[in-house]
């Protein structure tokens, strides 16, 4: 039985998996939308969202603790500038799964994780698609 143990393996060891969510985290708040596999999203969103949290928080400590998991100086002011912004009034939730489609090759089910207040030029994107 798997009592107390949180999260999903994603057949990856430990460095890889935190590699993987770390990359994914950074494009997910580049580009405001990403479609991936439906495990990966479900995790990705946990993450994705203690981020969010430490950038609505706003401080010195919570800019430190999240530039050890960003490390890209672009993405980290974005979301302590914008992400954090728009989403000051809502007290979670930041993120949203959506099952998207079977993909081709392995008919592995993928999902779009997006955030769910999205900025200007994320709109304009996806009008654009």
Known sequence: MRHLKHGRKLNRNQGHRKALFRNMAIALLRHERIETTDAKA????GYTEKLISLG???DLNSRRMAAKKIHDAEILKKLFDDVAKRNAERAGGYTRVVKSRFRKGDCAPL???ELVEKGEKAVIENVAQ
Request: no cysteine.
């Open 111 to 113: 999902s779009v994780i």
């Open 42 to 45: 479900k995790e990705l969103r």
């Open 56 to 58: 609505k928080k706003g």
